[in-house]
């Protein structure tokens, strides 16, 4: 029997081989042109490690130099012994340019634009070569604007792996891209190329209590999630919620009830932020976990919304000292308002890409008196990376980036009062807008990947409180970034970074120096 298997590189390119009855993964790999590592292919040397996120194979025969047996149980594997036994999904410990691979372009038609409110369209795509296109649930593609020269947009698949027609949902914001196209201009029959499919947000073997968390748009992923379920049979129950903004914001709950009767032990609620809404939850998505959502951490969480909502969560579930068995989260990467510091709904504004990364089960808990010690080299390395990001990037940014630029920088702004926080929590997630913006012009998906590593963002959320000092300089700091890109200054833009690294690890020192509880 032939399966087909999920390659997942590190740069979130994902590549799908069929491998064929008694062959191996790795050498259905080589016939598809895709060079995972691989050396001995004798289950020898270990280079061709892999890790095997859902499926069941055959492990083959190796030393035990190759793979442990205690690697073996936690799901380590060799691609150049094993052989499938269902579909698999792999993570392949390289990126996709060293596989000599990439991900597929195609085209697709427009085939039907739908309002399903004032701020939320959804339109799907279809394409000839449907067979040819593989995703996993919760998987998004890169969308090229039509008429914008090449510019692309991120979306997760609204709809699952096994549909025809592919579905997507889109916020509209105003002077966004894709949105004035899609509210202006598309009409059904447009030609629309995306590339993909990418990320390692998607749904694995459910073994467990799922809890499904949504905010805003994110919701797209998860509906592909929940599609995939309706065709699985699982004992485990699976519960959603669903946060937006205002009552307006709601959509697609007649799809959501259609589920209820589709999926055995699927349940949702939904969550509206606006204290004026008619809804009976309102608040924050964290408001309303019930103790059997979490099932004393015996729980897998996929969570999809912007990065408020994401360290919302993890800020809650730390303090209620409680490790979920996995947290997949995928981040928009948005610029924010400062009001949606905890985000129990708070929306994405259009954005070039999606941050996506698959947090281990036991989440980070960084100790104040750890923190001086690591926070320091944390950004130093954030500095080497903006240093290194400024000579790719000056004199090329497009005058709409630079006004985005100096957007991000003055919303960062907007959460200080000169030496004092408005809101430590909105600065700290304006502030990784800004610093991350340059990383997400230049194209370079392993600088970006390097950069989403770093952990400048949750030690800040951790130490960070209102009450603290900050270094006035820091908002001074962003504007002389932005004005020397206007002027096209590098000696400006280096001098300027540097400055501001010192004046970010002063604001730091002080923080873990006199910790506030």
Not at 129 to 155: A, C, H, K, M, W
Not at 178 to 202: H, K, L, W
Not at 422 to 444: D, P, R
């Amino acid at each position: 029997m032939t399966y087909q298997v999920a390659l997942a590189f590190e740069d979130g390119i994902t590549r799908f081989i069929k491998v064929g009855p008694r062959e191996t993964v790795a050498d259905a790999s080589y016939k598809a042109r895709i060079n995972i590592p691989l050396d001995c292919r004798d289950g020898a040397c270990g280079t061709c490690k892999a890790f095997c996120e859902s499926g069941k194979f055959d492990g083959g025969d190796y030393i035990e130099e190759a793979l442990t047996d205690d690697e073996a149980e936690k799901g380590f594997c060799l691609p150049c012994q094993m052989v499938p036994e269902s579909d698999l999904v792999l993570q392949i410990p390289t990126t996709s340019d060293v596989a000599k691979t990439t991900a597929t372009t195609y085209s697709s038609t427009l085939t039907e634009i739908r309002r399903l409110s004032e701020t939320t369209y959804a339109f799907n795509l279809e394409i000839e070569n449907r067979d040819e296109l593989s995703f996993l649930p919760g998987q998004y593609v890169n969308i090229e604007v039509p008429g914008s020269n090449g510019q692309t947009r991120s979306y997760s698949f609204s709809s699952g792996p096994d549909i025809s027609t592919l579905s997507f949902l889109i916020r509209i914001t105003d002077g966004g891209r894709m949105s004035t196209y899609m509210r202006d201009v598309a009409a059904v029959g447009d030609t629309i190329n995306f590339t993909g499919p990418m990320g390692s947000f998607f749904l694995r073997d459910p073994k467990r209590t799922s809890l499904l968390l949504a905010g805003g748009t994110g919701l797209a992923p998860l509906l592909a999630i929940l599609e995939k379920l309706s065709g699985m049979e699982t004992p485990h129950p699976t519960h959603l919620i669903y946060g937006v903004n205002t009552d307006t914001d709601l959509v697609e709950l007649d799809v959501l009830e259609n589920y209820k009767s589709r999926i055995t032990g699927f349940t949702f609620d939904t969550v509206v932020g606006d204290p004026n809404s008619a809804a009976e939850k309102k608040g924050y998505v964290t408001n309303h976990f019930e103790p059997h959502h979490l099932a004393e951490g015996d729980v897998d969480i996929y969570l999809c919304g912007p990065p408020p909502m994401v360290e919302g969560v993890r800020r809650h579930l730390e303090a209620e000292g409680l490790k979920p068995q996995n947290f997949y989260f995928e981040k928009f990467a948005l610029a924010v308002t400062p009001a949606a510091t905890d985000a129990p709904a708070a929306e994405a504004a259009e954005a070039p890409a999606a941050v996506t990364e698959a947090a281990p089960a036991s989440l980070p808990a960084y100790e104040i008196g750890e923190e001086h010690a690591s926070f320091e080299a944390q950004f130093d390395a954030r500095m080497a990376l903006e240093l290194a990001i400024v000579e790719l990037t000056m004199g090329k940014l497009t005058p709409e980036q630079l006004v985005e630029f100096k957007v991000l920088a003055e919303l960062a702004g907007k959460t200080l009062d000169g030496e004092k926080f408005v809101s430590s929590e909105a600065f700290t997630v304006t502030n990784e807008a800004f610093h991350q913006f340059l990383f997400k012009c230049v194209g370079n998906e392993h600088l970006l990947q390097a950069y989403n590593r770093l952990e400048v963002p949750a030690i800040m959320a951790k130490v960070l409180r209102r009450e603290h000092w900050i270094d006035g300089a820091v908002d001074a700091d962003h504007l002389a970034i932005v004005s020397a890109f206007e002027n096209q200054d590098l000696a400006e833009a280096r001098k300027a970074i540097i400055s501001h690294n010192e004046h970010a690890k002063a604001t730091m020192a002080a923080a873990t120096k006199n910790p506030i509880a």
